[in-house]
């Protein structure tokens, strides 16, 4: 047992030993990440144990790297991992505010307020911001809203190229596909240190064909066979070899499996991605025919294949269909070819749904790959807010919340309110924080920006980091997705009562 309770402390500082040490981890996580918040943020360097080094301010991507062993530090991890997951932006805004959630509620359970209330008052708190937060959100009017061009500009830390390549991506998609529950726009951000940034207007595979040389032309109206198996004959066992029955056997499933790949040529195929090996003798025959072979196909790209080209993934046993009953399991692309200077397989004029992918390139391999990231939480953001809408941001609704949780305590007798008010006091951090990174008096902004809201009872009014001063965020195009923030405060809220709970550490066997 470690961090626990100690037998006969009832009160003082011995009987929050456990909660006090989960709520220093927590503060740790929190200072790790909590400098690169907002647009004035800045970077952190990761150093490996072997000398590679990650220059990024991409919350989750620290804290994945970060070597983490405290149980109360990880928590905080699967908050950013969560908000990664399901959003895509905003893991530093939520790792924040879990951290300021349990610093408040712990302020007052240190002062005798009883831990069940102040989490019941912490849920009732998150319930009302997040109530609030809906009420507020505005509708994307369409996928040419101007709204989009600021929410990419804003999540893609103004970098404009980025952010015009997201918005393109976007509207080449339109409405429909990038409001698909099962599609992920991020996934789309592909990275090249190599690569001439751009938007290709379907996807592109990471993979070498195994015959180059007859896949460098354009490939036009192409079939496409989608394999989850091996391009090869039946095997035959080695000690059946050795036999004139076994040898026989052999050359007729040899002979069979001949007949067929003829039958992908006599359908027209251009593409063959198989998850596994494929035979030479058929990569042979592919290539005397100009049908390209891709073997080894990661799963995540198979699956993109099919989905775009309409292809139905195969097992080997399929090609002893007839060719027609074959042709009902092809896909189609009207252009594929392979750009040997990337290694990217290029795949256009799907058949199926529709997609993009974004490429974006750099100088280095380590400023690729912090593009990459700035790409994929531009394009999360845009997703977001086509799903449920946008809000104003530099801190404008997290301060017009922030209130809306301060008036609903005044209905609350009981010692619930506490938890209310740390609430109501957590969501003002992130806001708080950003003034301090941007080189201002976070006390004195949060509080000038807390009067002028209430004078003027407007939620679109928050803090220019550049100038300091108060200005209408959605005249100024400081805008957030409200999906962003709703599973922030979400996240945070769960991880803080979770922390809040745990009466004792103890170490399994």
């Not at 830390?157 to 080449?172: G, P």
């Amino acid at each position: 047992m470690s961090n626990g309770w100690k037998p006969g402390a009832a009160e003082g500082e011995e009987a929050y030993a456990t909660l006090l040490n989960n709520a220093g981890a927590v503060r740790a996580i929190c200072a790790a990440v909590e400098g690169t918040l907002g647009p004035k943020g800045l970077d952190t360097m990761l150093v490996g144990g072997q000398g590679e080094v990650i220059i990024t301010n991409d919350g989750v991507t620290i804290l994945e790297k970060m070597d983490v062993t405290h149980p109360a530090a990880r928590l905080m991890v699967g908050v950013a991992q969560s908000q990664q997951r399901y959003v895509g932006d905003g893991t530093t805004t939520a790792t924040v505010l879990a951290g300021a959630l349990v610093a408040e509620c712990v302020a007052h359970v240190t002062r005798g307020v009883p831990v069940a209330k102040v989490v019941r008052g912490l849920q009732d708190g998150v319930a009302t911001a997040v109530l609030s937060l809906r009420e507020r959100s505005r509708a994307v009017a369409g996928i040419d809203d101007p709204v989009l061009a600021r929410i990419a500009y804003t999540a893609g830390r103004e970098q404009r190229d980025i952010a015009a390549l997201v918005l393109e991506a976007a509207q080449q998609l339109g409405l429909e596909q990038l409001s698909e529950e099962a599609y992920r726009f991020s996934d789309s951000v592909l990275a090249h240190a190599d690569a001439v940034s751009e938007v290709w207007p379907g996807i592109v595979l990471r993979a070498m064909p195994m015959n180059p040389g007859a896949a460098v032309e354009h490939i036009r109206r192409a079939k496409v066979l989608v394999l989850r198996d091996e391009l090869a004959p039946e095997a035959v066992a080695e000690e059946a070899l050795v036999t004139e029955a076994g040898f026989q056997q052999y050359m007729h499933l040899r002979e069979l499996f001949r007949e067929d790949v003829r039958k992908l040529v006599e359908l027209g195929v251009g593409l063959i991605a198989a998850d596994r090996g494929v035979d030479p003798e058929a990569e042979q025959i592919c290539s005397d025919h100009g049908i390209m072979v891709l073997q080894r196909v990661p799963k995540r790209e198979l699956e993109a294949l099919c989905t775009y080209t309409g292809a139905k993934p195969l097992r080997r046993m399929a090609l002893k269909k007839s060719v027609e009953e074959l042709r009902h399991g092809l896909g189609y692309a009207e252009e594929l070819f392979y750009d040997d200077e990337l290694d990217f397989v290029k795949i256009s004029g799907g058949g199926g749904a529709r997609n993009v992918t974004v490429i974006v390139g750099a100088s280095t391999q380590e400023v690729v790959g912090e593009r990459t990231r700035i790409a994929k939480d531009a394009a999360s953001a845009v997703q977001a807010a086509v799903r449920g809408g946008y809000v104003p941001g530099g801190g404008a609704v997290e301060m017009a919340i922030a209130q809306a949780v301060e008036k609903s305590r005044e209905c609350v007798t009981g010692m619930e309110s506490f938890g209310i008010q740390a609430v109501a006091a957590a969501i003002r951090k992130p806001l708080g924080q950003m003034m301090l990174n941007s080189g201002y008096n976070p006390l004195e902004k949060v509080e000038a920006l807390r009067a002028e809201q209430l004078l003027t009872g407007s939620d679109e009014i928050g803090v220019n980091c550049d100038t300091g001063e108060l200005v209408n965020m959605m005249e100024a195009g400081v805008i957030d997705p409200t999906n962003v923030k709703i599973h922030a405060l979400r996240s945070a809220g769960e991880v803080a009562a979770a922390v809040l709970r745990i009466h004792t550490v103890i170490k399994m066997k």
